[in-house]
């Protein structure tokens, strides 16, 4: 799998500077990487960074916190702890699996391509057939997602925030 153009960058300026920011030279706090790398990144993978389906806190897909203040000036993540993420591994070896996959990143692709588009355009109508061309793609994301982790009608109206 390639990774979106708009990744690339954000990779090879972090590693650029990497050493800089570790060391605390270019006095890099949390937010700010958050703005520049952390924020562009998910929202490249078509995730709802900003809540513009404006899913209530608990739903939403990013949650921005207040700067943690760590005595050291970085933040540590354990691998014990990332590994108690809900993440599914692709068998790409499964010709299913794989079909699944592939049709999920074609349409995390068309959404930003559309995304693109929208931010491009200037006329009233285009901006909302596109908008609808988004949703619609995003709607198909969701539904691939919830597929993929086998989610219950009930697990899904928790997650859109329509259920209990």
Not at 32 to 59: C, I, M
Not at 97 to 111: C, E, G
Request: proline share 4%; charged share 30%; net charge negative.
């Amino acid at each position: 799998m390639v990774a979106p153009d708009t990744i690339q960058p954000l990779v090879e300026r972090y590693t650029f500077h990497r050493d800089a920011y570790l060391r605390g030279q270019e006095k890099y706090n949390e937010t700010q990487l958050r703005q520049d790398f952390t924020d562009p990144f998910f929202h490249a993978l078509g995730w709802d960074v900003n809540n513009n389906k404006g899913h209530s806190e608990a739903y939403r897909e990013v949650l921005h916190e207040e700067p943690v203040r760590i005595r050291g000036g970085y933040l540590r993540f354990f691998t014990q702890d990332l590994a108690k993420l809900p993440i599914r591994t692709i068998n790409f070896a499964d010709p299913a699996d794989k079909a699944h996959h592939d049709r999920r990143v074609a349409l995390v692709m068309q959404m930003l391509e559309l995304n693109k588009k929208l931010q491009d355009t200037s006329l009233d109508y285009d901006k909302e057939l596109l908008s609808r061309q988004v949703e619609a793609a995003d709607a198909s994301i969701d539904k691939l997602v919830y597929e993929l982790y086998g989610l219950t009608q009930e697990e899904i109206g928790i997650v859109e925030g329509t259920g209990k």
